[in-house]
């Protein structure tokens, strides 16, 4: 076990953003089929790995994103050298699905036979949906950024690279944008018996269960995208033995989902980024705590199972004071641009339980560099044996948070020093929950 975790901290603390997946996804491989693992026993030796990636630093005459108005956020094409497949350290084979399964859902459609858009051409790439779809948006940056390990001019950081022969493969990627099919096609219409997403998920059942490469070790080296807790309802039951990409454990049973073999990845975020350079110190935000979001529980089949009454919660002893936002709010109206400017002015912000342990809001506080304070007692965290998030967070029981007047006591007590030191650990590590297209390296953390 000792072992494992210091194999575990050593290979992730050298990635970012989506490049860190892919390595965790290798860990966990290796430690769940033993000596017969895929993936080649001197990973344990590595500890950098990124000798591939381009610093954009080192060309000043390439634009960071090219893209302005007309691709998706945070893409990014540049015309150097493309990833080293020799220099990789996870190849990873992709299942061509039909274009149903992926972009074919954001209405893409290629020429006769063509399973995969052009990620070379940024024109071709369908755009993801906005508001509060894209915090569930994991499967296309993974999928884009593996596309572009094996496009022409496209650099990327070098940790994973597509394969097309299966023999050669450390993992098995499975390209079904599940969040998607359950955000946009999970109602039956018409006269249909079922939901596109459903007959989706038993289409992928019946794919997986008949590939030689699912049945030599029961799926355990598959990776499958399962990152909205409703997404994936009825096929997780067959395929759970998986590594899937989740947001949480919140609505998984302990045999299908656990932190031993899956992975937790961060939401998107949906406010605006906050830049290092720019971001408000102590004394520019105003607001001393502020949350904006649902004040309803719902349980997995979307019925209200609790209210959170502003009465019962942290900012009721205080909403007459001017220093405390708590109030209801969606991600439409110009919710999130609301958002966006309040947590900027704001020295904390509330991430209280969502209908799962964890929300999108955490995410959003911490690229808006407002202290995050979390209410979740069982919450887990993305890349939590690399970050302390002590260091930039508050945790909160919500017992205490509860008692009337302990938060507000409590970050009131906080001090501008320790805030500030907080800020600023805030600004380093933003940029490690950024997904974008291709991935690229960052500052590594220390």
Same mark, same amino acid.
């Given at each position: ?12 603390s ?10 965790i ?13 895929? %993936?080649? @026993? &001197?990973?344990?030796?590595?500890? +950098?790995?990124? #000798?591939?990636?381009? $610093?954009?630093?080192?060309? !000043? ?45 954001l ?11 052009d ?34 001019? %496209?650099? @990327? &950081?070098?940790?994973?690279?597509? +394969?097309?022969? #299966?023999?050669?493969? $450390?993992?098995?990627?499975? !390209?079904f ?62 395929l ?26 961060p ?66 109206g ?33 690229v ?47 001090e501008?020093?320790?805030w ?27």
């Open positions: 076990m000792t072992e494992k975790r210091v194999f575990s901290s050593r290979l992730l050298c990635l970012i953003a989506i490049s860190m997946f892919f390595l996804l290798s860990c966990s491989l290796i430690f769940r089929i033993g000596d017969g693992s895929l %993936v080649p @026993r &001197s990973i344990y030796k590595l500890i +950098v790995v990124d #000798s591939g990636s381009i $610093d954009p630093k080192s060309h !000043p005459s390439i634009p960071l994103n090219p893209c302005k108005e007309s691709c998706s956020e945070s893409m990014a094409i540049k015309p150097i050298a493309s990833c080293d497949p020799n220099q990789a350290l996870l190849k990873v084979f992709m299942y061509d699905l039909p274009p149903e399964f992926h972009f074919g859902l209405g893409w459609s290629g020429a006769p036979n063509q399973i995969w858009p990620v070379g051409n940024l024109s071709e790439i369908p755009r993801y949906p906005g508001g509060l779809n894209l915090q569930h948006s994991t499967e296309y940056w993974l999928t884009l950024d593996l596309l572009s390990s094996v496009t022409p001019n %496209v650099a @990327r &950081s070098c940790t994973a690279f597509l +394969v097309h022969n #299966s023999s050669q493969a $450390d993992i098995f990627f499975v !390209p944008f599940s969040s998607l099919s359950y955000n946009r096609h999970s109602k039956v219409q018409g006269m249909e018996k079922s939901s596109t997403s459903d007959i989706l998920q038993d289409k992928l059942v019946e794919y997986l269960m008949g590939r030689e490469e699912w049945k030599r070790f029961g799926g355990k080296d598959h990776l499958i995208m399962a990152h909205h807790p409703n997404s994936m309802l009825t096929a997780r039951w067959k759970g033995s998986a590594m899937l990409v989740l947001a949480d454990f919140g609505r998984y049973s302990n045999e299908i989902a656990n932190i031993e073999k899956d992975v937790v990845a939401y998107k975020h949906i406010v605006r980024t906050i830049d290092a350079e720019k971001s408000p110190p102590f004394e520019e935000r105003p607001t001393l705590v502020y949350f904006q979001g649902a004040i309803y529980r719902k349980d997995a089949q979307g019925k209200t199972s609790k209210k959170w009454k502003i009465e019962e919660h942290p900012g009721s002893s205080a909403r007459m004071k001017k220093d405390v936002h708590f109030t209801f709010g969606s991600a439409t110009g919710g999130i641009r609301k958002a966006s400017t309040g947590m900027a002015a704001s020295k904390f912000c509330l991430n209280i339980a969502g209908d799962t342990p964890s929300s999108n809001r955490l995410f959003d506080a911490i808006s560099h407002c202290v995050p304070v979390i209410i979740s007692d069982e919450i887990e965290l993305p890349y939590e044996d690399v970050l302390d998030y002590s260091k930039f967070s508050i945790f909160v029981r919500s017992s205490d948070a509860c008692k009337k007047g302990y938060l507000l006591n409590l970050l009131r007590g906080i501008r020093e320790k500030t030191e907080m800020w600023e650990k805030l600004k380093q590590i933003a940029p490690h929950f950024e997904y974008q297209y291709p991935s690229r390296p960052g500052v590594l953390w220390t």
